[in-house]
């Protein structure tokens, strides 16, 4: 037996050089199942502009990014001017994080741990609100706000005297269960009366079947004690772009983001990109017919395997719980990855264990694969009458 190796480090989405390594296969091998990125790649029409236009490359941006705000306005239905551009949404929920310094956040348990490092980083207390299995980890509204209104004393003023920051993403990774409009807007009015002030990250809401009911974008007009963050890491498929975008109606972190922001943190080539992306509506609707039809095709397919639960998935990705059976999400990554695929096991995530495990949806023939794959290790479910 080869069991003298030590246990498997944990590796993220975007580690694919250390798995490349770790298991002996080159990287352009791997199919990433876990980076929950677009499967269809850059868009040809984005390449043979972009081509076109590098000199953009010689100048420096426009320092107030006016046509790229412009651009994104178009796409999202918000005010320019209320739109705010950064390095990737990470350059962005940094800055919102600095600028309150909140000294108590609260954060949603299972979610991405970048918020949890900047928060740590500022110096913030971190309160998990644990999102329960029982409820497929969707928020309970009234829930949350109850959480929220306990030890009303605790937490001191942040920025603007906000009390704390309740830090959202939705739909939320990797549950990829969403609040809808609706709840975001009961929880922003509690949330005004409480000052506690809400980043929601909406960096997946574009391969949500239903966009326009799950954005809180419209709701930026309404609320100052809301900021949007997205980005087109995922949808745009360009995570080396690294641009992103804020929407928020809070005059006073606008002004806070224009006086401390450094100048030119989105480069020529992605201000470029970004005016002929948000344009690109046959890339747009083909990401979203590809997503809608995939994600229907793998929810069936999972249907027939033995010992696994998923949750109803709004984004381009599905938690799979492993209910039952002698194998667990290290197992099933060791399978795939030698078969040159790439899952995300999820015990790394505050919450859950090492019988979750999380992947995006690819093209459809790889999702076939993977599918075999999962298959393979759970086996198929019993369907004979009994
Ligand atoms: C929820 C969420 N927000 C933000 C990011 C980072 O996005 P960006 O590349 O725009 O900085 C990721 C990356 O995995 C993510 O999952």
């Not at 694919?16 to 990433?32: C, F, H, Q, T």
């Not at 949350?144 to 704390?164: N, S, V």
């Not at 997205?230 to 975008?245: M, N």
């Amino acid at each position: 037996m080869s069991e003298t190796r030590t246990a498997a480090p944990q590796f993220h989405g975007s580690d694919l050089e250390k798995v490349a390594e770790y298991y002996g296969i080159r990287k352009e091998d791997i199919i990433g199942f876990a980076a929950n990125v677009n499967p269809l790649g850059l868009s040809e029409h984005l390449k043979e502009e972009l081509a076109k236009n590098l000199d953009c490359l010689s100048s420096y941006p426009d320092r107030d990014y006016c046509g790229l705000r412009q651009a994104i306005g178009s796409y999202t239905g918000a005010d320019w001017h209320n739109i705010m551009v950064g390095n990737g949404s990470t350059e962005l929920i940094s800055l919102t994080i600095q600028f309150f310094r909140p000294k108590d956040a609260v954060v949603l348990g299972p979610s991405y741990s970048e918020y949890e490092r900047e928060l740590s980083l500022s110096g913030s207390e971190i309160r998990f609100y644990n999102l329960k299995e029982s409820d497929d980890f969707r928020i309970s509204t009234e829930d949350l706000k109850e959480f929220l209104t306990d030890d009303p004393q605790a937490a001191g003023a942040g920025g603007q005297g906000y009390r704390r920051l309740l830090v959202l993403c939705n739909p939320n990774n990797p549950t990829s269960s969403a609040v809808s409009a609706a709840q975001m807007e009961e929880l922003l009015v509690f949330c005004r009366s409480q000052r506690i002030f809400v980043m929601s990250d909406e960096t997946y809401a574009e391969f949500a079947p239903d966009t326009e009911n799950i954005t809180a974008i419209p709701l930026t007009e309404k609320f100052d004690n809301l900021i949007v963050l997205r980005g087109v890491s995922k949808f745009f498929a360009a995570p080396g772009l690294r641009l992103g975008y804020a929407v928020t109606g809070n005059e006073e972190l606008k002004a806070e983001f224009t006086s401390k922001k450094n100048p030119w943190t989105v480069n020529s080539l992605a201000e470029t990109a970004g005016k002929i992306m948000f344009a690109d509506t046959d890339y747009i609707n083909e990401t979203r017919r590809l997503i809608s039809t995939e994600r229907e095709r793998i929810c069936a397919g999972l249907d027939g395997i033995a010992n696994l639960k998923y949750y109803p998935p709004y984004a381009n990705f599905i938690l799979v719980h492993i209910t039952d059976g002698e194998k667990n999400a290290q197992d099933l990554f060791e399978a795939a990855i030698r078969r040159g695929m790439m899952v995300r096991n999820c015990s790394s995530f505050h919450n859950l264990d090492g019988n979750y495990f999380r992947f995006c949806f690819m093209r459809t023939e790889d999702n076939d694969r993977l599918l075999d794959c999962i298959r393979s290790v759970f086996g198929e479910k019993d369907l004979s009458p009994r």
